[in-house]
């Protein structure tokens, strides 16, 4: 097996045997296409509720935002409004912000659940671009919907929007969440450590839906955020302990160049996999010409959908700060429980 495919070399599986998951089915989908970018509009359902995830892929990265049925027809609205705004004729003369880089011309605020969304029409000098960004992720990053592609991005969001209401519900709907709770999320504890030329903050906190450690990167051309449920803290801890320890154990190089495959300069040294609720969580270890480092990948081989990279060393101190978040949220009790 080329060790490029997700494979390890140490002699044993690279993933754990597969486990239920929480049923999760599609209901429409639609498909965007516009200068390098593609956009893919999937309207779901699980036993939490139906839901619209909306994907951006280019050749350089992948991200992607989810927003509740509950807010769909605003959603729509405001999308609306600013796609107006975004085919409006452009000025004649590029204003010098856009020249330099971009200006934005209208931006606006949504609030869905407990999800929050910025909207911003930016205008470069070679266009305008309409950017969505999940505000509350924690992720920077957003879509970037080229104004051009918009009005097929309009037809197929319309057209799912009419399926989310019109289509019977697959799960019973869940009993509504008391406002005090839905509002409170408590931040038990957060750090932030930088790694290289990165920073890492890991937060655990806690909500009406129950605890959960966030990690999130940020990075000189990168944004990423990972969510690792209560319920899988401690497997996460295991497999951060395990590729930690192999990191400073195997010598460097782990593999010379293959002379047969100069291009091929990525070596997987190790891999493991973690399941927690409806969540996939690949680690690897791996190294190139600018290093050791270890990978965290969201999703199954050929469908990730977000990735986190923490240098070697940094890992020592990576382990650690997971360590102590395993051991408070150990320690601490629940706080926001339904009543």
Request: proline fraction near 9%.
């Amino acid at each position: 097996m080329d060790s490029n495919e997700w494979g390890t070399p140490l002699n044993r599986p690279a993933y754990s045997p597969p486990q239920m998951r929480s049923p999760e089915y599609n209901l429409g989908h639609g498909q965007v296409r516009d200068l390098h970018r593609s956009f893919l509009l999937v309207l779901k359902e699980n036993a939490r509720g139906r839901f619209l995830r909306i994907t951006e892929k280019t050749r350089e990265y992948t991200f992607g935002i989810s927003i509740p049925a509950s807010g769909l027809e605003t959603f729509l609205k405001v999308f609306d409004d600013l796609a107006r705004v975004a085919n409006e004729p452009l000025s004649s003369a590029v204003t010098p912000a856009a020249a330099a880089g971009e200006s934005t011309i209208q931006a606006e605020e949504l609030q869905v659940e407990n999800r929050s969304f910025r909207f911003m029409v930016d205008e470069y000098a070679h266009g305008r671009f309409l950017r969505i960004v999940e505000t509350s992720s924690g992720r920077p990053g957003g879509l970037n919907i080229p104004a051009g592609g918009l009005p097929a991005f309009q037809e197929v969001l319309v057209r799912l929007v009419r399926v989310a209401h019109e289509a019977p519900l697959i799960f019973p709907p869940a009993p509504p969440v008391p406002a005090r709770l839905a509002a409170n999320e408590n931040v038990i504890k957060s750090v932030v450590v930088p790694i290289e030329r990165k920073s890492f903050m890991l937060a655990l906190r806690e909500n009406h839906r129950g605890r959960y450690l966030r990690i999130t990167e940020k990075g000189t051309e990168c944004f990423a955020c990972f969510i690792v449920a209560a319920e899988g803290l401690a497997q996460f801890k295991e497999l951060v302990d395990e590729m930690t320890t192999t990191a400073n154990q195997v010598p460097y190089p782990f593999s010379p160049p293959n002379p047969d495959r100069p291009w091929a300069t990525e070596q997987t040294i190790d891999s493991g996999q973690m399941q927690v609720q409806n969540r996939i969580i690949v680690f690897l270890l791996q190294e190139n010409q600018m290093g050791r480092y270890l990978r965290l990948v969201e999703g199954e081989p050929g469908h990730q959908t977000n990735s986190l990279i923490v240098p070697a060393s940094g890992l020592d101190v990576f382990r650690q700060l997971v360590d102590d978040m395993v051991k408070t949220s150990n320690e601490q009790p629940l706080e926001n429980l339904p009543p």
